[in-house]
């Protein structure tokens, strides 16, 4: 070993730091800045609504079912005319979601019969207290953009009678 | 030859009961009942080769010499719930020749031991039904029906009851279910009605015309009657002829008579002398006839009927000719069978309402040879899984008549065209 | 035993006994034959196509009768269409394919004829996870139907057949197992079918809809999601039910019954009981139970529990601990000695009654029952004997009914001897007045109220009746209290037994003497040696009263009165009541779902039961606060373990001699099959896996001596003129505290309502459904008239447990 070496040695050090200034950087500036998620990201689940704002999800604990690590509970009611929530009969009176226990696995997306349950692009989820974790269904239900889109509804008779409406296959 | 089941067209007034009885009415019914043993009767109808007229052609001494003699009381009944489209015989014999056809009845009780018999007669026959009730009543009167009949211990009482008009109700059992007062729905068989019938009791069930035919049997005996006729199918038949004939009606004739001879001979050709197209035998049960010469020089006899592919059933001759088209005949049939059908089982409830979904999507608008597929295929599923027969019929006139007429299917005969 | 046949099933030989039908035999040999139609309950129809195979049977020779050899093997003929399992029964040598492509293609058509008009919304369908189309389609279904989905019928998804059941029309698939359970099992042909063809659907031609107390059962055979109880409607998907054993506890019965329970919300996340389910033991309920068994649970979950104990303090109930008020109540029943009396409920638990009853005896005090039927202690001496089976009973036996009205006070009884009719056996109703029973009845005696005794002595006259009685094999009396006190149901029950004995029907399986009492476990009362008090107003005052399970001041004011008049009153209950209000100690006990034990039916079957909810504050199991309290007094009483008090029971208690729980659990494998993978063919009723329970033995079975005494019973009381002779009946759902807080059972329980006949009515000018006031014996209060021609002259029929305190007949002024 020559009395060189240990010269070089950190020559090279220092060369790989300087050059890494002028690299691009990796790390974003969060919370100010956010990074835009994959298209398949599974993030905090979303209850979606129809255009007219009824809720698509009629409360039928098939997500409950398929859950793996029984995160969520639902119980169901029944819709009237008068008090409509969902088309069809039945709507989830009660909508919960463990966010501590859920994996974020989508198998609730791909029970669902009618898509109403939609995994999200929100990641940004922390609680001070275990039940704080305890997602309820308002929490989860998409907002409504115009005050008559609020659920319950006064619904004419005769007309949302389906529970399950009519999709085509999924393509993506 | 004379009339042997519509003699009232040769004696006029034969409805009334001295006219009928100077005929020799009820010679042969106080003859059996004094000097007769039941068996005896059953015997020369037995020998006289006579087969129900109703459509299934049963040999009707056979049925009744199956009748259950452990059990007791047995009951004779008369189906006069005449439904099937293009079948009007059994009207005009109850309504021109009652007394025969009371007669008839009464020389089946005898034969098979039964006190009361009924006449079970389809809701729309509700004059009908009084009409015989009087007659019956001036049996009564006359010593004729009622108690200890000629001096003997024999009883008999003939009673009419109106249905409510379901067409099922003209499949024997649910006859009887809806006699005895319950929703007109068939029930299962085994056990056939001779075993356990009305009010589980032994039950002979006849259809009007069969029974019509009995009194001259036991009159003239068996052997007159086997002269008539085919070696298969005996006597006389009255064959309901309609659809695009000239002259519509009931024709007397006996077996073996050829379609030729009943269209042209005695119905006066086809309308606008138009050719036969297609031959319904048995009225909308029927599988459809491909005419051609040889089809119309084909004896009317139960066998020489199934050679075509087909059956006489009831006789109700329903002539189809080019202007019709077979695609609009089916979804007819279909039409009336899905309305009927009682809704006891699976596949006749769903299929026929099935095949009536298809057939107005194929006759109205939508024209997918694919839906021509489907229907033939949902009947041909319907085929031997139904309760009754009803079920069945309803897929006789689909089946064949895609079967026999694609083309019809295809392009369909537009009806306005052909008729100017 | 029965002829046996066999035949060939898939290969499979098997043997079954004749007159089976393909189905249920295929069924015994663990071969699936799907069905939907059929029933092994019910009478074959063959409608719904389902049990297509191919039957091959073999070809005998006319003339001799032999089968037609082939190689040596009877040459087999098959048809050439499909048939009916359900429909065909098995004969010698018959030989069933149900695999074979044709058989396979037929059930495949007919579920796919099915599913052509079914909404397919398994999603939000009540049945889905237990619902037999959705199994039978999986395993038998095509992937895909050919009929187009806009197609499909659209008709009424809530149609209410009555309050407590709901139609969807678009989910029936119109096999008519509803129709034909309605006609043939519970005798009650409320529902039928309208209009044919593919418009065919179920209704209702009763008012109020769908009137049987048997209509539950329908939703459990129903094969599809279109009947739906009102209580259960979109209550929970199935798959999320916890399921518990436990015995019904709303009449002597003892049906074997399923608690279904989940979380809940409203709960506040607490396990709920969601639904009550039979559970077969074809001994006891077969596979059914009552409307009321099935709906009236929601007391247990009142918001008026019991949930501390408590003490009064300068005239106040004040929450205590409890070493102090065991403490308080174990000094106060020393001290009392012959004055100590424990007033206990056949509500309790075989295990609750027998500490009670030896802690009374320890003390020196009183073992009363709370109850309006006497002579109970003749049901042990000569009561049911080991081995009966109502189900199995028929041609020479003969069923004897006095004096109560089964379809009210205990259905599966009326249920189970209307099928011991129809199989052959001989029954005789014996009541004042019309009851449901009797359209089934072979012989029906009327006699006048009071005139009980009489018509038992009658029974063995020279007559029909008599013959019917006296030349049967096997006789057994079901004695209730109709228009009887404790001392006249007591006379009853005395001539009853002595009939029997003179006779030699006791004993020996299938004979004997059956009270039809008021609550789940009086008759583990009676075997413990409890008695009945006739008096109880002048019996409790002054006295130091264990009250358990009952609360007699809510019943009766002049009750509530002798109470208050008492000189220490320990209410042990589960629910808060008048009686509570009086307490001075309060013990609040576990309810019968929130803990184990054992009743005893009243056909003397003793039957385990489990724990389905999970314990409520600091409630108690009723045998451990009563042990609790006996060492305070110094004697040892097990109090720890049910199993192990069972134990000192049996060795205690002769009829209970060598029971034990494990032998209380054992089962055995009975038909029909039903269970969780056999959905299709018996129903959603639950598969019995936690025991049948055992019969006791009676003095006479044991062949020791019997005494009867003859109980002299002053004769009906004689109304004075302008005054009725009220008497007390049962009704089926009551104003009990049990049955009240079933909100879906309202409308059934209704107003208190007196029937008379309508001469009587209108001698008193009033009209059917008039308000009326009723007084007797220093106690009135308003019913509503109904106007009855079965009803005697003279008499007006009060119901029990409806607000007005009637316990035996009175006369009653009406106005």
Avoid at chain 3, 385 to 408: C, F, H, K, M, R
Avoid at chain 3, 691 to 701: E, I, N, R, V, Y
């Amino acid at each position: 070993m020559s009395l060189v070496d240990p010269v070089i040695e950190l020559g090279r050090g220092l060369w790989r730091t300087l050059s890494s200034m002028f690299e691009r950087t990796v790390t974003y500036q969060y919370p100010e800045h956010k990074r835009t998620v994959r298209p398949r990201f599974r993030g905090r689940h979303v209850l979606k609504r129809y255009d007219n704002g009824l809720e698509k999800c009629i409360g039928c604990s098939l997500c409950a079912a398929a859950c793996p690590s029984d995160a969520i509970f639902v119980e169901a009611s029944e819709n009237t005319d008068e008090h409509r929530f969902s088309p069809g009969e039945r709507y989830a009176s009660t909508y919960e979601i463990n966010m501590l226990r859920c994996i974020f696995c989508g198998y609730c997306e791909d029970a669902c019969p009618t898509e109403a349950i939609v995994l999200g692009d929100n990641y940004e989820m922390s609680y001070y207290t275990r039940k704080d974790a305890i997602y309820t269904k308002d929490m989860l239900i998409e907002p409504v953009s115009s005050v008559n889109q609020t659920t319950p509804q006064k619904t004419p008779t005769g007309v949302f009678t389906r529970s399950v409406p009519e999709m085509k296959d999924a393509k993506d | 030859m004379a009339f042997v089941v519509l003699r009232h067209r040769d004696i006029l007034d034969i409805k009334k009961l001295e006219v009928y009885r100077q005929n020799g009415g009820f010679e042969a019914f106080q003859n059996a009942v004094k000097n007769l043993k039941p068996d005896g009767v059953t015997q020369v109808v037995k020998d006289s080769g006579l087969r129900g007229r109703g459509g299934a052609g049963f040999p009707t001494g056979m049925k009744w010499s199956f009748i259950d003699s452990k059990n007791w009381p047995h009951y004779v009944v008369a189906n006069a719930d005449e439904s099937e489209p293009g079948t009007f015989k059994d009207r005009e014999i109850m309504e021109s020749n009652p007394f025969q056809f009371l007669e008839g009845v009464a020389l089946a009780c005898y034969a098979v031991g039964a006190n009361s018999a009924y006449i079970y007669l389809r809701g729309e026959f509700w004059q009908l039904a009084g009409f015989l009730d009087e007659k019956i009543n001036e049996l009564n009167d006359a010593g004729l029906l009622g108690a200890k009949l000629f001096n003997t211990n024999y009883s008999l009482n003939i009673y009419t009851h109106l249905g409510a008009g379901a067409y099922i109700c003209g499949e024997e059992t649910a006859l009887l279910e809806s006699l005895e007062g319950k929703r007109g729905q068939p029930r299962v068989r085994p056990p056939f009605p001779p075993a356990v019938g009305l009010y589980n009791k032994p039950t002979i069930v006849n259809n009007v015309e069969t029974l019509t035919n009995v009194p001259l049997i036991i009159q003239n005996g068996a052997a007159w009657y086997k002269s008539l006729g085919t070696p298969d199918s005996a006597g006389v038949k009255v064959f309901s002829l309609s659809g695009r004939v000239r002259k519509p009606g009931n024709y007397e004739l006996p077996f073996g008579a050829t379609f030729r001879q009943l269209i042209y001979e005695h119905g006066g050709g086809v309308l606008d002398g138009r050719p036969v197209k297609a031959i319904m035998p048995a009225g909308a049960s029927s599988s459809l006839i491909l005419v051609d010469e040889k089809a119309l020089d084909t004896p009317m006899d139960y066998a020489s009927v199934r050679t075509l592919g087909s059956d006489l059933g009831s006789a109700s001759i329903i002539v189809i000719d080019d202007t019709v088209s077979i695609d609009w005949v089916i979804q007819k049939t279909i039409h009336f069978f899905k309305h009927e059908s009682c809704g006891k089982c699976t596949p006749c409830r769903e299929g026929t309402y099935w095949m009536m979904n298809i057939a107005e999507r194929a006759h109205n608008g939508r024209k997918d040879p694919a839906d021509v597929e489907l229907l033939h295929a949902v009947a041909r599923q319907m085929q031997g899984m139904c309760l009754c027969a009803l079920g069945e019929f309803a897929t006789m006139s689909v089946v064949t008549g895609i079967d026999r007429f694609p083309s019809d299917f295809k392009n369909p005969v537009n009806l306005q065209e052909k008729i100017v | 035993m029965d002829k046996q046949v066999t035949l060939t099933i898939d290969g499979k030989l098997i043997s079954v006994p004749e007159g089976t039908f393909v189905a249920d035999a295929a069924r015994m040999a663990d071969i699936d034959i799907p069905v939907f139609c059929h029933h092994p309950k019910l009478e074959p129809v063959g409608m719904c196509r389902m049990c297509l195979v191919e039957i091959g049977r073999p070809i005998r020779d006319r003339a001799t009768g032999q089968f037609v050899l082939e190689n040596g093997q009877p040459k087999i003929q098959f048809l050439p269409k499909l048939e009916t399992a359900c429909t065909n029964r098995v004969e010698d040598g018959m030989v069933v394919h149900t695999q074979s492509e044709s058989a396979k293609a037929g059930q495949k058509s007919t579920i796919e004829f099915l599913l052509t008009s079914h909404p397919l919304d398994c999603p939000v369908c009540d049945k889905g996870g237990e619902c037999p189309l959705q199994n039978l389609t999986m395993a038998h279904g095509a992937g895909k139907s050919r009929f187009l989905y806009d197609e499909k019928l659209h008709l009424e998804k809530r149609k209410p057949l009555g309050e407590l059941i709901y139609l969807d029309q678009e989910r029936c698939i119109q096999c008519g197992r509803c129709v034909r359970f309605q006609d043939e099992i519970a005798g009650d042909p409320v529902i039928g079918f309208d209009e044919r063809g593919r418009s065919m659907q179920i209704m209702t031609s009763s008012e109020p809809g769908f009137d049987s107390v048997f209509s539950g059962n329908t939703t459990d055979i129903c094969p599809v999601g279109a009947l739906t109880t009102a209580d259960f409607r979109f209550g929970a998907r199935p798959w999320e039910l916890e399921e518990f054993p436990s015995i019904c506890s709303q009449c002597p019965v003892g049906c074997n019954i399923t608690i279904n329970t989940r979380r809940e919300a409203a709960a506040d996340g607490s396990m709920v009981i969601k639904r009550i389910m039979p559970r077969q033991n074809e001994t006891v309920n077969e596979i059914w139970i009552c409307d009321k068994g099935r709906f009236a649970y929601h007391y247990t979950e009142s918001k008026g529990r019991l949930t501390r104990p408590a003490i009064r303090k300068d005239g106040k109930l004040s929450r205590a601990s409890w070493d102090s008020a065991i403490k308080l109540a174990a000094e106060n029943f020393a001290e009392a000695g012959k004055n100590f009396v424990v007033l206990a409920s056949g509500r309790l638990a075989n295990e609750d009654l027998f500490n009670l009853k030896s802690l009374a005896d320890h003390l020196k005090g009183d073992a009363v029952l709370y109850s309006e039927i006497g002579g109970g202690e003749l049901t042990s001496a000569i009561g049911i004997s080991p081995d009966t089976n109502l189900g199995e009973v028929g041609p020479g036996t003969t069923l004897v009914v006095i004096a109560s009205d089964l379809y009210q006070e205990a259905p599966i009884w009326y249920l189970r001897l209307k099928q011991a009719v129809r199989r052959g056996a001989t029954l005789i109703v014996a009541n004042p007045r019309q009851t449901r029973l009797d359209d089934h009845a072979s012989y029906v005696i009327r006699y006048a109220y009071g005139d009980e005794v009489k018509t038992v002595h009658s029974l063995d006259k020279k007559n029909k009746i008599g013959e019917a009685f006296t030349r049967s094999e096997n006789v057994i009396i079901f004695y209730g209290s109709e228009g009887l006190g404790v001392e006249g149901s007591a006379a009853l029950a005395s001539a009853c037994a002595k009939l029997l004995n003179e006779y030699g029907f006791a004993g020996k399986p299938n004979n004997g003497l059956v009270g039809v009492w008021q609550r789940a476990n009086d008759q583990g009362a009676w075997e413990m040696g409890y008695r009945v008090e006739a008096d109880l107003p002048r019996f409790l005052r002054g006295k130091v009263v264990y009250l358990v399970g009952v609360d007699p001041a809510g019943d009766d004011p002049r009750l509530a009165k002798a109470l208050e008049n008492a000189k220490f009153l320990a209410v042990q209950d589960i629910l808060e009541s008048a009686t509570s209000e009086l307490a001075d100690v309060i013990l609040p006990a576990q309810a019968h779902t929130e803990r184990e034990g054992t009743f005893t039916s009243g056909e003397r079957r003793v039957q385990r039961y489990y724990p389905a909810l999970p314990v409520l504050g600091e409630t108690r199991p009723d045998f451990a606060i009563t042990a609790q309290i006996a060492r305070q007094a110094g004697f040892i009483q097990e109090g720890t373990s049910v199993s192990a008090a069972f134990d000192i029971l049996s060795e205690t208690i002769p009829s209970y001699a060598e029971l034990s729980y494990s032998k209380l659990a054992e089962v055995q494998p009975q038909w029909p099959v039903v269970g969780r993978g056999d959905l299709y063919y018996g129903g959603t009723t639950y598969e019995n896996k936690h025991g049948l329970g055992a019969h006791l033995t009676t003095t006479a079975s044991r062949g020791e001596n019997v005494h009867i005494l003859r109980v002299h019973r002053e004769s009906a009381p004689r109304p004075q003129e302008n005054e009725l002779l009220a008497v007390p009946v049962t009704r089926l759902y009551d104003r009990g505290t049990t049955v009240l807080p079933a909100k879906v059972l309202k409308n059934r329980i209704g107003k208190a309502t007196i029937s008379m006949h309508p001469d009587i009515a209108e001698r008193l000018n009033v009209k059917n459904g008039g308000l009326v006031k009723i007084s007797f014996d220093g106690h009135s209060g308003e019913a509503l008239v109904q106007i009855d021609k079965t009803i005697p002259a003279g008499v007006v029929t009060v119901p029990r447990s409806m607000g007005l305190a009637i316990h035996e007949p009175v006369p009653a002024k009406v106005k």
